[in-house]
C-alpha cells in the first residue's frame, strides 16, 4: 500500500478488515488477566441494555454530566481495530487519543498511567483479539459548563497522573498490592474524595466519597477503626474481594456487585492477598 492517498489506505483497510496482529499466546493470556484486573468489561459494556460485551455505551452519572464508554472492541470504523500498541499504551498512560485529542479523566488514566508499558501492551494484545463490534460511540452528555477537551490538556497538567504522597511501602506482596489497588484497579477513582476540579484528594487516600461524588458515595476503605475497615481481618477481606459479602453476613451491592463479580473475584488468591496486605497498611483517615 506503499503510495497510497490517506482516504484511500483508510477504505482500503476496511474494505480488507482489522489489521492483521500476531501475538503470542502468552502475550493473550496475561492480557485477559490485566484487563479482568483493570475491570475494563464492567465499563465498556452497555449491560443495562443488553449491549454487545466491549462495545461501550455504559453510561457513568457524575456531578459534571453523564459520560458514555466509548467501544474498544476491535472494529476498525468504530473501535480501535485502526489503532497501534502505541496508540493504546499512549491512551492509557496519557489520556491521549490517536489523533492527539485528549479524554476526559471520566477514563481513569491519571490511575493508569501508573500501568508498566509491558502490561499495557499485553492489555493490548488481548483487546485485539476478542470479537470486532460495529456500534458508533454515544456522546457525553455534560453540563453546559464543562469546558470541551482541549481544556483537559491544561488539566493534565495540573492534576495526571495523581502523586500520593504516601508512598506505597512494604514487601513485594504490598507492592503489588498497591499497583492494582492504585493503578490497575483504579480504586481511587471511586473511593477517595475529589476537589471541585474533579482531582483526586490523594492526602485522603480511599477515605471514601461523598454521595453527590463521581463516586456516587463509595465508602471509606481505609483501615480507620470507625468509619473504614479497621476492623476486619485480613481474612474478611479476602472474602469480601471473592464473593462481596462483608464481615456480618450482608452482601454488597450497587456498582460494588459488579466489581467484584467481573474483577476481584477473578483474580488469583495470591493478587487478592496483595490488595488485602496493602489496604491494611495505608494510612487511616
Known sequence: MAGMRPVALFTALLLCGQPEYVFADEAVERGAYLVTAAGCLTCHTDTENDGEPWAGG?????????????NITPD??????????????????????????????AFPYPSYAGITEQDAADMFAYMQSVEPVTQENRPHELKWYIPGRWSMGIWKRLFS????????????????????VRHLGHCGECHTPRDIFGALKTDLELAGS??????GGAPNITPDREDGIGTWSEEELIFFLELGMYPDGDFAGGAMTAVVDEHTALLTDQDRLAIARYLQQIKPD
Open 58 to 70: 455504559h453510561a457513568l452519572e457524575t456531578p459534571y454530566g453523564v459520560y458514555y464508554s466509548p
Open 76 to 105: 476498525i470504523a468504530t473501535g480501535i481495530g485502526s489503532w497501534s500498541e502505541t496508540d493504546f499504551v499512549r491512551a492509557l498512560q496519557e489520556g491521549s487519543a490517536p489523533d492527539g485529542k485528549h479524554y476526559y479523566p
Open 161 to 180: 497522573p495523581w502523586e500520593y504522597p504516601q508512598s506505597a511501602t512494604g514487601d513485594e506482596l504490598t507492592q503489588r498490592g498497591a499497583y492494582l
Open 210 to 215: 461523598p454521595k453527590a461524588s463521581a463516586g
